[in-house]
């Protein structure tokens, strides 16, 4: 399809910031607006890099709202002809501590935004626009649950086993209901573990990272043996717009990593890039459900033509040193509720917590 104008939310994200970045970067003709609630995991900051290119305050623009807000996003889907849904509470830790919040933007914000979508392909099938609109539902790996061996693929049932990951599931199955019930134009991806720059450092890289800067304890769940495949976030963003432009309809599509390792193996790395000793290392309680192993079969999204460009060795240099070159911008991330936060989850795991051997 033609996109000409495209609506991203939770386009002042970690992954969703890419996308824009990248798709400004690259496709002259297409304008993009930001509907972003600006939590504490979107930054205004993310967007920076594009808004100080000349001839992109007219290429971009950031509308503060919420995703579950129907009026602010049926005004802004009836100017677009494409749809990309970032918008979500992402981290699993958070979702076990409390899901009210995951609901309302993981679920609601989806049926809001299909819903005008669907609406707009009416007033398409009469006549009254020249596009209906694309919607594209980022997803996740781990609506598939735990696999011990092989890779997951698109067929796979879905058995998601946290409530971050069951919020996922329930907004591709109200997704694809609206491709079987209204034929409206969706696809849906669900990507592997992401790390990059930007990235929130609550999840588990940036966390490690600075915390291992200060000087303080790595919380490491468990035995630490749980396996992820890690994804770079710029091949992320770029296989999810190979998706937008050229994925069938009513479809899904994996995008996988190119290196699965073990949490503690991914510690020892980071570990050793920073200069810092194993002892910052302690075995905490781990969290309730946690899935061993994550792995998914990328044959499908290949068959689009997309291929990954960035090393996990390289990737996991340029973040880290990233991450130590941009102080100021983590710091910010720690600010707010950041303490209240990082104390209710590892706070009491702290003080039970032993030396990792």
Same mark, same amino acid.
């Given at each position: 399809?033609?996109?000409?104008? &495209? &609506?991203?939310?939770?386009?002042?994200? *970690?992954?969703?910031?890419?996308?824009?970045?990248?798709? /400004?970067?690259?496709?002259?003709?297409?304008?993009?607006?930001?509907?972003?609630?600006?939590?504490?995991?979107?930054?205004?900051?993310?967007?920076?890099?594009?808004? @100080?290119?000349?001839?992109?305050?007219?290429?971009?623009?950031?509308?503060?709202?919420?995703?579950?807000?129907?009026?602010?996003?049926?005004?802004?889907?009836?100017?677009?002809?494409?749809?990309?849904?970032?918008?979500?509470?992402?981290?699993?830790?958070? @979702?076990?501590?409390?899901?009210?919040?995951?609901?309302?933007?993981?679920?609601?914000?989806?049926?809001?935004?299909?819903?005008?979508?669907?609406?707009?392909?009416?007033?398409?099938?009469?006549?009254?626009?020249?596009?209906?609109?694309?919607? /594209?539902?980022?997803? $996740?790996?781990?609506?598939? %649950?735990?696999?011990?061996?092989? @890779?997951?693929?698109?067929?796979?049932?879905?058995?998601?086993?946290?409530?971050?990951?069951? $919020?996922?599931?329930?907004?591709?199955?109200?997704?694809?209901?609206?491709?079987?019930?209204?034929?409206?134009?969706?696809?849906?991806?669900? %990507?592997?573990?992401?790390?990059?720059?930007?990235?929130?450092?609550?999840?588990?890289?940036? /966390? *490690?990272?600075?915390?291992?800067?200060?000087?303080?304890?790595?919380?490491?769940?468990?035995?630490?043996?749980?396996?992820?495949? +890690?994804?770079?976030?710029?091949?992320?963003?770029?296989?999810?717009?190979?998706?937008?432009?050229?994925?069938?309809?009513?479809?899904?599509?994996?995008?996988?990593?190119?290196?699965?390792?073990?949490?503690?193996?991914?510690?020892?790395?980071? &570990?050793?890039?920073?200069?810092?000793? +194993?002892?910052?290392?302690?075995?905490?309680?781990?969290?309730?459900?946690?899935?061993?192993?994550?792995?998914?079969?990328?044959?499908?999204?290949?068959?689009?033509?997309?291929?990954?460009?960035?090393? *996990?060795?390289?990737?996991?240099?340029?973040?880290?040193?990233?991450?130590?070159?941009?102080?100021? +911008? +983590?710091? $910010?991330?720690?600010?707010?509720?950041?303490?209240?936060?990082?104390?209710?989850?590892?706070?009491?795991?702290? /003080?039970?917590?032993?030396?990792?051997?």
């Amino acid at each position: 399809m033609a996109t000409r104008h &495209l &609506l991203v939310t939770g386009g002042a994200g *970690f992954i969703g910031s890419t996308l824009v970045r990248q798709v /400004l970067a690259q496709e002259p003709s297409i304008r993009i607006t930001v509907l972003d609630k600006l939590t504490y995991a979107g930054n205004r900051a993310n967007l920076d890099a594009v808004t @100080s290119v000349p001839g992109n305050n007219r290429r971009l623009t950031l509308v503060v709202g919420d995703v579950a807000d129907a009026g602010v996003v049926s005004a802004l889907v009836t100017d677009c002809d494409g749809v990309i849904n970032f918008a979500a509470e992402t981290h699993v830790d958070r @979702s076990i501590l409390g899901s009210d919040d995951l609901l309302r933007t993981n679920v609601n914000g989806v049926q809001v935004l299909i819903e005008a979508c669907r609406r707009e392909l009416e007033r398409y099938r009469a006549g009254e626009r020249a596009t209906a609109p694309r919607f /594209l539902q980022v997803s $996740t790996d781990e609506v598939y %649950g735990p696999i011990e061996l092989g @890779s997951s693929d698109e067929n796979d049932p879905l058995a998601p086993r946290s409530p971050y990951a069951a $919020t996922k599931a329930a907004a591709e199955l109200l997704v694809r209901s609206y491709f079987v019930s209204f034929d409206l134009d969706v696809v849906i991806t669900r %990507g592997a573990n992401t790390y990059g720059p930007t990235q929130h450092p609550e999840k588990l890289i940036p /966390l *490690f990272v600075t915390n291992a800067i200060d000087g303080l304890p790595l919380p490491l769940y468990g035995d630490g043996l749980q396996r992820r495949d +890690w994804l770079h976030v710029n091949d992320h963003a770029t296989a999810i717009w190979q998706v937008f432009v050229h994925g069938r309809r009513g479809e899904v599509y994996n995008v996988p990593g190119d290196h699965e390792m073990t949490n503690r193996e991914l510690t020892s790395r980071l &570990l050793e890039r920073l200069g810092r000793p +194993w002892s910052l290392v302690r075995s905490v309680a781990d969290r309730p459900g946690h899935d061993r192993r994550y792995a998914m079969d990328g044959s499908k999204l290949a068959a689009l033509g997309w291929r990954q460009r960035m090393s *996990f060795e390289e990737g996991l240099a340029a973040t880290i040193d990233w991450y130590v070159a941009n102080e100021s +911008w +983590w710091r $910010t991330a720690r600010s707010g509720d950041w303490h209240t936060y990082y104390q209710r989850q590892y706070g009491e795991r702290l /003080l039970q917590s032993t030396a990792a051997e």
